[in-house]
């Protein structure tokens, strides 16, 4: 049954139309065809959302939650173009050179091609579904031709445009190959997560999370096979150039996460041997093999972080020292500063976890109000940081990351003797998006502040761009939320809980801090003017967006406010 055009735009879908059509607006000529390809990926995403929602069964999602197959397919897409909007207003004003533009360009068809290999994916199983008679699924020649044609139309403005950027026809091939490889780790990764993490996401968290992953992971494969290349054949022989220059920061961020994901999959198949061959053995304690399962869990971890990570760090950047010892040059080059700022967060943290912690145990405030207390603490940690010593936040995000990984990992896995002590702390602060399973809400708080500051490294025209997140987070969605539950009365739909007045409240609250920061900023540096009538509709349509998605919206708002800033 095909729902009606009135009844399938919900304000989700409004404002995510509008999103797209806001960035679609601001394109150069030259950007004609990737407009093209995400005006289709948009309309594909809402065809196969309208056909998924009421009929979620292939998988178990998060409850409580849409579908979100939309949102989560195009909004990486519209970040990459956001991006490539602004670089090509760089490479006009000869601020960057080709190369740059190129990379931005591949990445941009890379997150394409991870969506709608997606949406082929969940179009197969609807198909399948109804082929074998589930009644929660429907099916028609006219869906089949429908999708069929956007596919093959997003194939050919895909291959057009990577032709133009391509020297040789076998260059254009390599290309394509490498976006279908993409494509097809998208679809196994989304399996792999919804079927091992059930009801911890919905397909549209986890596709954006799936298109991120496989985009980062996908370019420091490229990145490894280009710099081998170089350095088993000679330079002069080889024309294998990938990507951009890359900072060291950025390297050692991108080796730690490599590390982390090597060694859990190396840990998880030395311990499923260890049981193998000592299964027999019952007369060792359950203590013991705990204490020997947490030993081999610390070395590894050691092991990893101290040789392998940094021996694929060296490889792809001329490190002159080990890169552990170049992070302690780096943080003691400006001794007083830096180490005067990791004092202040480790006594922020510790007070405001102690307090915190407490108040979550014996006081009856919502869960949801809490938390925003953290947004608040997330402020007062970075904005002073990004303001005064931003190359230093950045390392700080990374190791802050691998540290929330890390403890992850040991709670999961209950490693003795942090996992049962790490559980116990982290579950005082989950809510209804978190499970058992999976604790995702600072993870999202922490990848929302940091991806606009990592992404806005290198060219940047608008200076607000790497508050993104501090601010739609930080100040937008804090105040949304406090004055909602406080004073909010009128709901935006009969069944949700944002409120007008929250709404109201968290756009004028961001639109003031930025009257504050602008001035603040130009007094510190020189930094580009801002135009406000963009600004307004910028924050207008990510608080639009946190009043009607029932998304995380920790991953989305920052993203689709930081690509409304780049315009």
């Known amino acids: 049954m095909v729902a009606s055009p009135l009844t399938a735009m919900n304000g989700e879908r409004a404002v995510v139309f509008f999103f797209v059509f806001r960035v679609l607006s601001s394109l150069p000529l030259s950007l004609l065809p990737h407009a093209l390809s995400l005006s289709l990926l948009s309309v594909f995403s809402l065809f196969v959302e309208i056909r998924a929602d ?17 949102l989560g397919a195009v909004t990486l897409p519209t970040v990459m173009l956001s991006k490539l909007i602004q670089l090509s207003r760089a490479f006009s004003l000869q601020q960057i050179e080709v190369g740059e533009l190129e990379h ?4 941009f068809w890379a997150a394409s091609a991870c969506c709608c290999g997606v949406l082929i994916f969940l179009s197969i199983l609807m198909w399948c579904a109804a082929y074998n008679k589930n009644p929660h699924f429907s099916c028609s020649v006219w869906d089949a031709k429908f999708s069929l044609s956007c596919v093959i139309l997003f194939s050919v403005v895909c291959c057009i445009s990577l032709a133009t950027i391509s020297h040789t026809g076998f260059n254009t091939a390599l290309k394509l190959l490498w976006l279908l490889c993409h494509g097809f780790a998208a679809v ?7 079927n091992t993490f059930p009801c911890c996401a919905s397909i549209g968290e986890a596709l954006l999370l799936t298109s991120g992953l496989v985009l980062y992971f996908g ?11 170089r350095l088993l054949v000679s330079p002069e022989l080889v024309s294998i150039r990938y990507g951009i220059k890359r900072s060291e920061i950025g390297i050692i961020i991108q080796g730690v996460l490599l590390g982390l994901l090597i060694f859990s999959a190396v840990f998880k198949f030395v311990i499923h041997l260890w049981e193998y061959f000592w299964r027999a053995d019952n007369s060792e304690s359950r203590k013991n093999k705990e204490i020997r399962r947490s030993l081999i869990f610390f070395a ?18 001329d490190f002159d020292v080990h890169p552990i010892l170049w992070i302690f040059q780096f943080v003691l080059s400006e001794p007083l500063k830096r180490l005067s700022l990791c004092i202040y967060w480790l006594g922020l943290i510790y007070a405001s976890v102690l ?31 990004l303001i005064y010593q931003s190359k230093f936040l950045d390392l700080a995000f990374g190791a802050a990351l691998a540290v929330f990984l890390v403890l992850e990992i040991i709670r999961v896995w209950r490693i003795w003797p942090l996992g049962q002590l790490v559980h116990q702390f982290m579950s005082a602060f989950t809510d209804h998006r978190d499970s058992d399973i999976l604790i995702v809400s600072h993870f999202s708080l922490l990848l929302g502040c940091a991806l606009p500051i990592w992404m806005s490294s290198g060219f940047n025209d608008r200076p ?17 939320s406090m004055v909602g539950h406080k004073y909010g009365v009128l709901r935006w739909s009969k069944t949700g809980k944002k409120t007008i007045e929250g709404t109201a409240a968290g756009i004028v609250s961001v639109l003031a801090a930025c009257s504050v920061l602008l001035p603040l900023l130009a007094s ?39 690509s409304l800033l780049c315009l």
């Open 524 to 562: 510190t540096r020189y930094i580009p003017t801002q135009h406000w009538f963009p600004l307004l509709i910028a924050v207008t349509t990510s608080g639009l967006l946190e009043a009607y998605t029932a998304q995380l919206d920790n991953a989305f708002i920052p993203l689709v406010f930081y």
């Open 219 to 229: 370019d420091m494969l490229a990145c490894t096979i280009s710099k081998v290349c």
């Open 355 to 385: 307090r915190f912690y407490n108040i979550s145990k014996n006081s009856k405030i919502e869960r949801i109000l809490l938390r925003k207390y953290y947004h608040l603490l997330a402020v007062s940690m970075f904005l002073p940081a």
């Open 464 to 480: 607000l761009i790497p508050f993104a997140g501090i601010l739609s987070l930080g100040i937008g969605d804090t105040m949304a």
């Open 188 to 194: 196994k990764l989304i399996q792999h997560l919804l």
């Open 104 to 107: 931005m360009t591949m990445q």
């Open 54 to 70: 009421g009929s979620l069964s292939l998988f178990k999602t998060r409850p409580g939650a849409s579908s979100g197959i939309m």
């Open 300 to 317: 590894s971890l050691g092991f990893t972080m101290i040789v392998v990570a940094p021996s694929w760090m060296m490889i792809v950047l």
